[in-house]
């Protein structure tokens, strides 16, 4: 049984149309059928999977907190049959959410501190992330902006789009803009073409970047159309969020290739989540599938301390000992950098396995990657 599991998720499969056999594949390959058909009710959800009591009342609470959502194509990478499935872990809300833990918070990053305008937050030198919606195309439980996303938090995103180009035109210390969300390419090719050009026409903006997970959640949103309208903003990279080595799937794939061939260098960021991605093995496969995906594994998040993560948190150390596994062991492209986006709105903090163990008699003391020792002179 777990190995057939396993083989199932190091392949490139399609779990497509699973629970929705019978729809036309005109309609399943159109991104705005998988939205209007997304399952966003506790009724929905019990018709198509026998849910935990957990996952019950956890769904219950979500409407105060933190919307269900859940597109058919993902929501068919969820094995039914097993309560503890990485995928459902991920995206069916449980109980523990209402749970507020030691340290946790609701804006974990501290990113409402360092909003100049409302919608961009400038914490580095010389870049900003701009907030374009609040709507995302599938719900991740552990979303570090929960309090503003969905619609159904404690805050609203109200991004002042004439304030913040503003800002940008004014500050010309940036040079890099990275568009999120929410998931930016919820957006329509007009809306998001026309913010794309406005920030292009900005002469000190040298490097746009999107963040999304809609090439995972709705690999269908990622048409010949919207690559050629991205084209048009080169250098355009794009950061997409995989978690887990099943949720590149055949279409996924297909999504990862056209983007690439429009040119745009794709990156992945995960989250180390407890019962999804906590193991070596599965990590391992996810980043030799996202380079197969030409996507360049580039950061691994330890889970931000954000209200109601504890289920899903691990220790800094379990992630230290994947990335002492990876390193060496496999190529450098397939290691992602480690980081801790600091509590309280410090930034991204590399964490690196110690490889420098001492600075003695004018040597430096290092380990390689098989833990033997090796000097070199400082
Ligand atoms: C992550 C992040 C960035 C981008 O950081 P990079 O390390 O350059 O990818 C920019 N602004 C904010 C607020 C961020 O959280």
């Known amino acids: 049984m777990k190995e057939l599991a396993k083989k199932r998720d190091k ?3 399609s779990f497509a149309p699973g629970c929705w056999e019978g729809v036309e594949p005109a309609q399943w390959n159109d991104w705005k059928w998988q939205m209007r058909n997304r399952i966003v009710s ?8 026998e849910l935990t009591s957990e996952e019950r009342e956890g769904t219950m609470l979500a409407g105060k907190k933190l919307a269900l959502g859940i597109t058919p194509h993902f929501f068919n990478l969820i094995d039914r049959k097993n309560p503890d499935c990485p995928i459902r872990r991920q995206v069916i809300p449980r109980v523990e959410e209402g749970l507020v833990g030691a340290g946790e918070l609701a804006d974990p990053c501290g990113e409402d501190a360092h909003m100049p305008v409302p919608g961009l937050v400038h914490r580095y030198p010389d870049r900003v992330l ?5 709507r995302c195309a599938s719900y991740c439980r552990y979303c570090t902006r929960s309090r503003l996303v969905s619609g159904a938090g404690e805050q609203e995103l109200t991004t002042d789009f004439e304030e913040a180009f503003a800002y940008l035109e004014k500050h010309e210390e940036i040079r890099d803009v990275l568009f999120s969300g929410g998931d930016a390419l919820l957006l329509s090719d007009e809306k998001l073409d026309a913010i794309l050009e406005r920030t292009r026409a900005i002469p000190h903006i040298e490097f746009l970047r999107i963040g999304t997970r809609v090439p995972i959640f709705l690999p269908q949103r990622i048409t010949p159309q919207l690559c050629a309208m991205l084209k048009k903003h080169h250098p355009l990279w794009m950061s997409v969020h995989t978690n887990h080595p099943r949720e590149l799937t055949v279409e996924v794939k297909a999504a990862l290739e056209m983007l690439a061939d429009h040119g745009i260098p794709l990156g992945n960021q995960s989250v180390l989540l407890r019962g999804v991605n906590n193991d070596l093995e599965t990590m ?3 980043v030799h599938k996202l380079l197969m995906c030409r996507v360049r594994p580039y950061y691994l998040y330890q889970c931000d301390l954000i209200h109601g993560s504890a289920h899903l948190r691990t220790t800094i150390r379990e992630g230290l000992e994947i990335i002492k596994g990876l390193r060496g062991f496999t190529s450098g492209y ?3 950098q480690y980081v801790v986006d600091a509590p309280g709105g410090g930034g991204k903090i590399p964490l690196n396995p110690d490889f420098v163990f001492a600075e003695e008699d004018g040597f430096l003391r290092m380990l390689n990657y098989e833990g033997k020792p090796y000097s070199y002179p400082l």
């Open 130 to 134: 701009f907030l374009l919606t609040d």
């Open 334 to 336: 397939a290691v992602p």
């Open 284 to 286: 391992g496969c996810l």
């Open 11 to 13: 392949a490139f499969s």
């Open 42 to 49: 506790l009724e929905q959800l019990e018709s198509l999977v």
